[in-house]
Nanobody, 127 residues
């Protein structure tokens, strides 16, 4: 079992930056693949970024590639999402999620891959 708590959201002007933090509890965090998703009003939850348990592989949605960076600190049980050059279309509630990696097959785009979710943090980008 793992609990996830996101923080770092807020209101920022277009072109600005934010860093989201996802703090995890649980002894096996270092074996979990982690993902970030977002959901805007009236839209489905969409994949943003993911990182494997080792941190060696990172994946990004095309819409954020080159602007967002995902990283993790297994010692601190924390995952980060650095968001630069923010755009109004990045406005959404951002969620982190954990995949226990039982199958060894990390289908990172699909929400169903992840067993644990945080409560979300609001990011609002003004134009």
């Amino acid at each position: 079992q793992v609990q996830l708590v996101e923080s770092g959201g807020g209101l920022v002007q277009a072109g600005g930056s934010l860093r989201l933090t996802c703090a995890a509890s649980g002894r096996t965090f270092s074996s979990y693949n982690m993902g970030w998703f977002r959901q805007a009003p009236g839209k489905e939850r969409e994949f943003v970024a993911a990182i494997t348990w080792s941190g060696l592989r990172k994946y990004y949605a095309d819409s954020v590639k080159g602007r967002f960076t995902v990283s993790r600190d297994n010692g601190e049980k924390t995952v980060y999402l650095q968001m630069n050059s923010l755009k109004p279309e990045d406005t959404a509630v951002y969620y982190c999620a954990a995949d226990p990696n039982w199958s060894g097959n990390f289908d990172y785009v699909l929400p169903d891959t992840y067993d644990y979710w945080g409560q979300g943090t609001q990011v609002t980008v003004s134009s």
